[in-house]
C-alpha cells in the first residue's frame, strides 16, 4: 500500500477509536429498576410505621395478607398439584381422547382457586393468581388443537408464575413440607 493512503486511513482510524472511546464513556447509564409501592399502599405503611414509631425495626405484614394464606394456601397448592398433573400429562403427549373432555376452569379445584384470586387483598397479586389458571387452561387448549409451540409456550408461562407463587407462599407458610415438595418437582 502507498503511504498516500496508508496515512489518512490512519488518521479516520485514530478518530473513529476516539469516537468510539468518547461515547463508552459518556453515554447515559441506565438506572436499575426498584421496586416501588403504589401511592396507596405507601400512605397505609406510611400511617402504620408513625403509630409504631417506638417499636423495634421489625417488617410489619398486613393482617389481611396473613389472614388470606391461613384461608387459601392449602387452595392454591392444591392446584398447582391439579395444574402440574395436567402440564405432565401434556408434556408425555397423551392421546387426546384420554383429556379432550377436560375442562379446566370447571373442576372445582379451579373454582376454589378462582375464588382465592378474587379475595385476594393485592389486585395485581390476585391477577397473577387468574394469570397462572389461564395459562394452565390455555396449554391443555392449545395442545387438543395440536398447536405444540402455543402449548410449550404457556406451559413455560405457567412455570413462572408457578415460581413466583412458590415464593410468596413462603412468606406465610402453613405448610412448608408441601410447599418444598411441590417446588422440588
Known amino acids: 500500500m502507498s503511504n498516500d493512503l496508508l496515512i489518512p486511513m490512519l488518521v479516520c482510524a485514530g478518530c473513529l477509536a476516539v469516537?468510539?472511546?468518547v461515547y463508552i464513556k459518556t453515554r447515559p447509564k441506565r438506572t436499575p429498576r426498584t421496586f416501588?409501592?403504589?401511592k396507596n399502599q405507601a400512605a397505609k405503611?406510611?400511617?402504620g410505621n408513625e403509630s409504631d414509631s417506638g417499636s423495634s425495626d421489625q417488617t410489619t405484614f398486613d393482617p389481611d395478607l396473613s389472614s388470606w394464606h391461613d384461608s387459601f394456601e392449602s387452595t392454591v397448592l392444591d392446584f398447582i398439584e391439579f395444574a402440574d398433573e395436567l402440564i405432565e400429562?401434556?408434556?408425555n403427549e397423551m392421546p387426546l381422547e384420554e383429556i379432550s373432555d377436560i375442562d379446566v376452569f370447571e373442576t372445582e379445584k379451579a373454582s376454589q382457586f378462582q375464588r382465592?384470586?378474587?379475595?385476594h387483598p393485592?389486585?395485581?397479586m390476585g391477577a397473577e393468581l387468574a394469570a397462572m389458571l389461564a395459562t394452565a387452561?390455555?396449554?391443555l387448549h392449545a395442545y387438543l388443537r395440536g398447536d405444540l409451540e402455543l402449548a410449550k409456550q404457556q406451559r413455560s408461562s405457567y412455570r413462572e408464575y408457578r415460581e413466583m407463587w412458590f415464593q410468596r407462599l413462603r412468606q406465610f407458610p402453613q405448610d412448608i413440607d408441601r410447599i418444598i415438595?411441590?417446588?422440588q418437582t
Open 137 to 139: 387452561s390455555a396449554s
Open 181 to 183: 415438595r411441590l417446588r
Open 19 to 21: 469516537i468510539c472511546f
Open 36 to 38: 416501588s409501592i403504589p
Open 45 to 47: 405503611l406510611m400511617e
Open 116 to 119: 382465592a384470586a378474587s379475595e
Open 89 to 91: 400429562t401434556i408434556d
Open 122 to 124: 393485592s389486585p395485581e
